[in-house]
C-alpha cells in the first residue's frame, strides 16, 4: 500500500496568500449596538400588543378575536427580540459562539 502525503510548502510572510490582520472591531461594535437596539425595540411590542388587547376588548361591537392565537404570537415575538438582542450582544463582544 502506497501513502503519500501532502506537505504544502511552510508559508512565509512573502507568500500572497497570507493576509494582514485587519481590525473589525469598531464595526462590530456599531453594529452590535443597533442589532441590541433593534432587539429591544422588538420586545418592547409585547406590552404593546397586550394593550392593544385591553383597549380592544373595551370597545363595544368590535370584532372577536381568537384567545389561543395570541400566547403564541407574544411567544414569538419575544423569542425573537431575545434572539436579536442575544446576537448584537455576541457582535459586540467579537467572539465566536459556534465552531472553532
Known sequence: MNI????????????PLTMPYKDRSTGLMIFGGLTTALGCLVGLFVPLMLFGQAIAAS?????????????????????FGSVIGMAGIGSIMARRWLGR
Do not use: C, W
Open 59 to 79: 370597545v363595544p361591537n368590535a370584532p372577536q378575536t381568537s384567545f389561543p392565537d395570541h400566547p403564541a404570537r407574544h411567544i414569538h415575538v419575544r423569542g
Open 4 to 15: 503519500t502525503v501532502l506537505n504544502p510548502a511552510p508559508m512565509n510572510e512573502s507568500s
